[in-house]
């Protein structure tokens, strides 16, 4: 076979291997140019507050753990978000906590007065429709 030939075979196949190789590692830029974009607006419907337990002592120490999960339309979860909450009774420990690379965020709650909080959530300027309620006697 001619050189010339059998070079530029050697060069074609090393570049390929090492083009594929750098693609599928993700360790190039052009993984920004090749995948879709993520939506990073909160979905008022699809983010999920969750709250455990829901019957808790009204003694200022026991407290609520309270789970909001943001995700945007399309179901997925979205980082960096700050997220607030409110409630009709009791305390949250902070009021507003930033989302981790999952998308979640924890909150803690304890009242001294007993009756039943209506927890709701806020994620960046959007109020979640998901409330949840929590005993505190």
């Given amino acids: 076979m001619d050189k010339k030939i059998v070079a530029l075979m050697v060069i074609f196949f090393l570049s390929f291997g090492i083009f594929t190789s750098i693609v599928l590692f993700n360790k190039s830029p052009l993984t920004q140019f090749i995948r879709a974009e993520k939506k990073l607006t909160p979905s008022a419907k699809n983010s999920l507050v969750f709250a455990y337990p829901l019957t808790v002592k009204a003694d200022g120490v026991s407290k609520n753990k309270v789970t909001i999960f943001v995700r945007n339309d399309a179901n997925n ?3 960096n978000i700050p997220v607030s909450i409110t409630t009709t009774l ?6 507003e906590v930033t989302t981790g ?3 979640k965020a924890e ?3 304890t009242s001294t007065t007993p009756g039943i909080a209506e927890i709701t ?3 960046g300027n959007v109020a979640l429709l998901q409330k949840v309620t929590v005993k505190f006697e």
Avoid: Y
């Avoid at 009791?90 to 009021?95: A, F, K, L, M, Y």
């Fill in 77 to 79: 979860v979205i980082p």
């Fill in 90 to 95: 009791g305390e949250p420990i902070r009021n």
């Fill in 101 to 103: 690379k999952d998308g």
């Fill in 107 to 109: 909150f803690n709650i």
């Fill in 121 to 123: 959530a806020n994620a």
